[in-house]
């Protein structure tokens, strides 16, 4: 019977060991939440005293304590409110004490990760005088896997998974335009492909300006409503589409008909504010390698980069309430690039950088709103394609990282979905020419070798 009760045991901690090392995830959810559940509870009035998160009794209870003769009670702790196991990691929501401070709780992360053996700690303030921390028990970013039945709505999509476990969105109603950075294998095309992927099958016209000869774009062109592949086309597409912002504001004027009868809630102000049968197309404008629209070496080519830059720039301005949103993507994006550039950036909310090869770029991405990302942009290591960090103008950052998406997976989802694009009259000049989809059933199947020798 002892035989039997230690063999079980060894093999238990065997195909423990065996499921960390292998399969992360399986042994979070079969071994690792039961045994980190008991470790914090176990350690939690320590940790927080060594960590400085106690506050002294109330002076009340002292003079009690000192009436009765009875010892001098101890220092208190942030109350726990709720503690919940998740798929990655827990989740621990504290009630702080009177003289507590939340600035307290993130500062003490990096000691709290240590002290609980978790492999992260994130802190963040729900509401006054209550903290949540969310503890992962693995490193989540190594093998991106997104969780199954993940939340999709209009104009909001998954796009990568944050170092907290926690799903991360790109949500266009909130923060309509976006800058990519990241230097040359770093992911940044895998993140885009993840975007058009998503976006596919969403009711949205997708435009593109690939300069680089169109070879990342173009083998998505059947989802997408017009794409240019060298700067002139890109200059009389953009054109095209202040003309269509300039239609889809007439479109809101004509339907305001702000009367002293109309609800507030009726008075349209953008393309959301309108009813269903009226709401143009949300038009959505990816923009890959920047840098080559801004460059010129002739006077012809300065003119030209004039009016590329001018037109992005008042499309950054006011094409929000046209449903006109851009994404924006290049290896640095700075003043070097000439003038209307700032001017440009400062319109872009969303900022997303992968790994790049100087600290000057990473200020160009954060310096103006999160000065603390630049430090952990520059310290992604070559070996993790697709990390990356991303904030925006409320100053918050966080690390994600993107599932690994191939050309084929996308070009498949735009395929799927290339019923979905819409007809916009504009910007019919545009439209890729691209070849009818074929039915595997259909295509010839080739020659073998012997009857190519016959024939």
């Not at 993790?384 to 997976?409: E, M, Q, V, Y």
């Amino acid at each position: 019977m002892e035989w039997l009760i230690l063999s079980t045991v060894v093999v238990v901690v065997a195909l423990a060991g065996l499921l960390r090392w292998r399969r992360p995830a399986w042994y979070w959810l079969t071994f690792g939440v039961v045994l980190a559940t008991l470790r914090v509870l176990g350690r939690y009035s320590s940790v927080m005293d060594a960590c400085g998160l106690t506050v002294p009794p109330p002076r009340w209870r002292l003079a009690i304590a000192r009436m009765a003769s009875r010892p001098v009670p101890e220092p208190r702790a942030p109350r726990i409110l709720r503690l919940r196991p998740t798929r990655t990691g827990l989740v621990l929501r504290l009630g702080l004490r009177p003289g507590q401070d939340a600035f307290d709780v993130a500062a003490s992360c990096d000691r709290l990760r240590h002290s609980f053996g978790m492999h992260g700690v994130a802190s963040r303030e729900i509401r006054s005088g209550v903290v949540e921390l969310r503890m992962t028990g693995y490193d989540v970013l190594k093998r991106v896997q997104m969780p199954a039945g993940v939340e999709r709505s209009t104009m909001r999509l998954p796009v990568a998974l944050r170092e907290d476990g926690a799903v991360h969105y790109r949500d266009y109603r909130t923060t309509p335009h976006a800058l990519t950075i990241g230097a040359t294998k770093s992911g940044k095309s895998v993140y885009q492909r993840n975007l058009v992927a998503e976006l596919a099958a969403q009711e949205v016209a997708l435009i593109g300006i690939d300069c680089k000869q169109g070879v990342e774009l173009f083998p998505l062109a059947r989802r997408f409503s017009a794409l240019a592949d060298n700067p002139d086309t890109a200059a009389d597409l953009l054109d095209a589409l202040i003309a269509h912002m300039e239609g889809v504001y007439q479109l809101i004027r004509a339907e305001q008909r702000i009367t002293a009868d109309t609800p507030d809630a009726d008075i349209a102000a953008d393309i959301w504010d309108l009813p269903d049968h009226l709401r143009p197309v949300p038009v959505v404008v990816l923009v890959d390698e920047v840098a080559e629209l801004a460059l010129f070496a002739t006077k012809e080519e300065e003119k030209r980069r004039d009016r590329i830059i001018t037109a992005l720039a008042r499309l950054a301005q006011l094409g929000r309430a046209a449903g006109i949103y851009l994404e924006i993507c290049g290896q640095r994006f700075g003043s070097e690039l000439g003038k209307g550039i700032t001017m440009l950036r400062a319109q872009l909310s969303v900022r997303t950088a992968h790994r790049v090869n100087d600290e000057t770029s990473a200020n160009m991405a954060f310096g103006d709103i999160a000065p603390d990302a630049v430090l952990a942009t520059v310290q992604i290591p070559v070996d993790s394609p697709g990390l990356a960090i991303t904030g925006d103008a409320s100053g918050g950052w966080a690390r994600i990282r993107t599932p690994h998406t191939s050309l084929r997976t996308a070009v498949n989802a735009c395929n799927t979905y290339a019923h979905l694009v819409p007809d916009l009259p504009g910007l019919a000049a545009f439209r890729p020419a691209v070849a009818p989809l074929v039915h595997p059933a259909k295509v010839p199947a080739p020659a073998s070798a012997g009857s190519s020798a016959t024939a």
